[in-house]
């Protein structure tokens, strides 16, 4: 499902930005890497996501031969007409030709990220039953971009942002105010949203998260653990 706004629920909530920005994005090159992975991710999970992908790399293949070369300067030419040939460079290596041994069915453009197992990743408890390991991106100076578990029926602990939250969910499910999010989800949550994810299902959910500034806790001690807590 093409859900960075809508979850489980027929409608799109308010304050969620809107996919096709980030998916225009993704098409013409113009995200930071930690975005793209995301973006890219869902789209090997939502048909819907790459075939709008796919159409807007077309569009922007169009506009870019109508252009001038001094419209772009060169390396955002470069960059754009790289991603619409499906060109892009990741900054992490590519996995060699080894066989997952986790077990689980991540996106490719994500594995590439991850390695062959996640079990080996650095992980660090963020709160009981939730803890994440972050990844690689050649913009982690501003983003932070990692994978998070949560134990089935755990929540995180509710908050707020003050910036741009990306949750790509790769395996369980989730729910929060805004509805339901199952494998191959995109939930987008800016300042407008205050929510408090809760794992369901009977399965632990595991998460694409990347984050541009940090979050505000808001729930019962929320002002407290601002005072001590900066958690990104
Ligand atoms: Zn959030």
């Known amino acids: 499902m093409l859900s960075t706004q809508r979850g489980g629920k027929p409608a799109a909530p308010e304050g969620y930005v809107g996919s096709e920005e980030l ?13 793209s992975l995301a973006v890219a991710a869902h789209a090997e999970l939502c048909p819907e996501a790459s075939s709008i992908v796919h159409r807007h790399k077309a569009v922007a293949g169009a506009l870019i031969e109508t252009l001038e070369p001094a419209t772009l300067n060169e390396g955002a030419l470069d960059r754009a007409l790289k991603a619409i040939a499906g060109e892009e ?3 992490v290596a590519p996995l060699a030709a080894e066989a997952a041994r986790d077990g ?12 062959p197992d ?6 660090k408890r963020v ?3 939730v803890r994440e390991a972050e990844l690689p991106v050649s913009d982690g100076a ?4 990692r994978l998070m578990h949560i134990d089935s029926g755990r929540p995180v602990l509710q908050h707020g942002h003050n910036g741009l939250e990306l949750t790509l969910l790769l395996q369980g499910a989730y ?4 509805g339901e999010y199952r494998r191959g989800d995109l939930q987008v949550a800016d300042e407008e949203i205050d929510h408090k994810p809760v794992a369901f299902g009977g399965e632990d959910c595991l998460c694409l998260v990347v984050t541009d500034a940090p979050i505000r806790f808001t729930g019962p001690f929320g002002g407290l653990l601002n005072l001590f807590v900066r958690y990104k």
């Open 104 to 115: 689980l069915d991540l996106p490719a453009v994500l594995r590439r990220y991850v390695g």
């Open 118 to 123: 996640v079990d080996a990743l650095r992980w």
């Open 142 to 145: 501003v983003c932070r971009t």
């Open 23 to 35: 998916l225009f994005g993704r098409a013409i090159g113009a995200l930071p890497e930690s975005a």
């Open 175 to 178: 729910g929060d105010c805004t």
């Open 127 to 129: 709160m009981k039953g």
């Open 89 to 91: 460079q990741a900054s």
